[in-house]
């Protein structure tokens, strides 16, 4: 039995690992991205997902870089444009299981436009947010969602700025599936992937991780660790007033805020039109 069972550790090593590309991350040591990663590569291969049907679209920054650390079919586009190129490649490719990848400056930043749109079409995709809250890559500059009066090397007498809410903003938008991750919990954000992953329909996910490198006194693991909690009532309700209420700043709320199976796909919208036509 001692032998089976090490065959078998063997067995999902190797399924987890052919999810897998062959380059090494170059993110820097301590970073959340390898816990999201992680978690990543477990959803789909619990989901039995072929690599060869998955594809990674990504913008810039330090998550710019993902779909070349995933085996899949992938995209490495512009500056905030990870959420169109990944409609557009839905639309084309129904078949295909679509990632769109972007920090929470590529996102919200130069990037915030597209946001609503895809969130009032329902396009069937399932969107990562690895949100650091600093634009880690170009080193250390205020972002979306920078806390207030934090100081970094755009602001270094602290940042002016109020920060956005990106779950209030999904919610708002009117995504049909609105959740919350904590990189520090691969686990959770697995369960969270698998879930968002097999919604039909836009599914949004915040996953907060600290940047080790520009933050050392807001968000950082210790802060983080303290300040998240999982979500009370059930996501099966669709409670935008309940949700919205959970979105607060800190503690932050993680777990599912909001999920509407019954709403059609922007997919299943346009073939219903073209049957009808």
Known sequence: MEYLNEKLDQVRERDFLQYRSSDLPTWCPGCGYFGIMDAFYKAVRELDLKYENICMVSGIGCSGRTPIFSNSYGFHTLHGRSIPVASGLKLAREDLTVFAVAGDGDALGIGGGHLPH????????????????????????????????????????????????????????????????????????????????????????????????????????????????????????????????????????????????????????????????
């Open 118 to 277: 895809v969130a009032r079409k329902n396009i069937d995709l399932t969107f990562l947010l690895f949100d650091n809250s600093i634009y880690g890559l170009t080193k250390g500059q205020s972002s979306a969602t920078t806390s207030h009066a934090m100081k970094t090397s755009s602001h270094p007498a602290g940042n002016p700025d109020t920060p956005l809410n990106p779950i209030r903003l999904a919610l708002a938008y009117g995504a049909s599936f609105v959740a919350r991750a904590y990189a520090g919990n691969p686990e959770g954000t697995k369960e969270i992937i698998k879930q968002g992953t097999v919604h039909k329909g836009f599914s949004f996910i915040q996953v907060l991780t600290p940047c080790v490198t520009f933050d050392k006194t807001h968000r950082t693991w210790k802060s983080l660790k303290e300040n998240v909690y999982d979500l009370k009532f059930p996501s099966q309700e669709k409670n935008m007033e309940a949700a919205m209420r959970a979105a607060d700043y800190e503690p932050h709320a993680t777990g599912i805020f909001f999920h509407d199976p019954d709403r059609p796909s922007y997919q299943e919208i346009l073939k219903k039109l073209k049957d009808e036509k």
